[in-house]
């Protein structure tokens, strides 16, 4: 156990130092994509703040996620970059999670910020929405990782990442509440996981916000995590390193 923590550690390490490549994508990701939200929310300050609020820790989890680590993974999985991690002894598998967590660690201090906020009127929210908001993590976490390891070409993803979090986010409830009843609609945002995340999180501060029942929406988070697991762990097996030192 203490082996595996200090390679995660070691991975933690790493992934810090590399950041300097990639100062672009981590300030339009978790800065510029999340603080536009942050406007809209300044701007309907009197509307219901912690619908609002919750909206943009989600934008941020997309920004972070999608915007970030997918592309990270996927550079990762280019045989010269790869390769370069022979000479540590950390696994494929640890050198990814320790990806998941270290950006993780780097949303935790606007996460606790927003929080505080988002639950400042009622207290009684906390364990209702902190276990919704590390599972949402989580979730977006595997499936960043799963896109990442798909598509292996790091300038094709750069290129397609930006488009697919745009849609889901106009076709989720974050910037907006939806009232309509329309089939395609409803459809549109059952299929789109982003809408699920938002449903076990504003569950806990009023069920009023919510679209579909909570139960659905854990429901498919599980099984879909579940299968994102095997996957990763599959895809991760399959991967081979030309030269392995450790």
């Given at each position: 156990?203490?082996?595996?923590?200090?390679?995660?550690?070691?991975?933690?390490?790493?992934?810090?130092?590399?950041?300097?490549?990639?100062?672009?994508?981590?300030?339009v990701s978790m800065i510029l994509i999340p603080?536009?939200?942050?406007?809209?929310?300044?701007?309907?300050?009197?509307?219901?703040?912690?619908y609002l609020i919750s909206g943009f820790m989600v934008s941020m989890m997309i920004g972070t996620y999608f915007g970030i680590l997918s592309l990270r993974v996927s550079n990762l999985m280019q045989t010269e970059v790869i390769e370069l991690y022979t000479i540590f002894s950390v696994s494929k598998t640890v050198i990814v999670i320790s990806m998941g967590i270290t950006y993780f660690l780097l949303?935790?201090?606007?996460?606790?910020?927003?929080?505080?906020?988002?639950?400042?009127?009622?207290?009684?929210?906390?364990?209702?929405?902190?276990?919704?908001?590390?599972?949402?993590?989580?979730?977006?976490?595997?499936?960043s990782i799963t896109i990442g390891l798909k598509v292996r070409n790091y300038y094709t993803l750069m290129?397609?990442?930006?488009?697919?979090?745009?849609?889901?986010?106009?076709?989720s409830p974050i910037?907006?509440?939806?009232k309509t009843q329309n089939i395609i609609v409803k459809s549109l945002l059952f299929l789109n996981p982003i809408t699920h995340i938002l449903n076990i999180l504003r569950v806990g501060l009023n069920e009023s916000y919510i679209i579909f029942s909570s139960k659905y929406?854990?429901?498919?988070?599980?099984?879909?995590?579940l299968w994102l697991i095997f996957y990763i762990n599959k895809k991760l097996k399959d991967i081979y390193i030309l030269e392995k030192i450790f």
């Open positions: 156990m203490l082996k595996i923590f200090n390679q995660i550690k070691t991975g933690i390490e790493l992934e810090f130092k590399g950041m300097r490549m990639f100062k672009f994508q981590i300030f603080f536009s939200y942050l406007i809209i929310v300044l701007l309907n300050k009197n509307s219901n703040i912690d949303t935790l201090p606007i996460f606790g910020i927003s929080y505080i906020f988002m639950i400042s009127n009622n207290t009684e929210k906390f364990l209702s929405t902190l276990v919704p908001l590390l599972i949402g993590n989580i979730f977006l976490i595997l499936i290129g397609i990442m930006p488009l697919v979090s745009y849609i889901l986010i106009i076709i910037y907006y509440q939806i929406s854990y429901g498919i988070i599980i099984i879909i995590s």
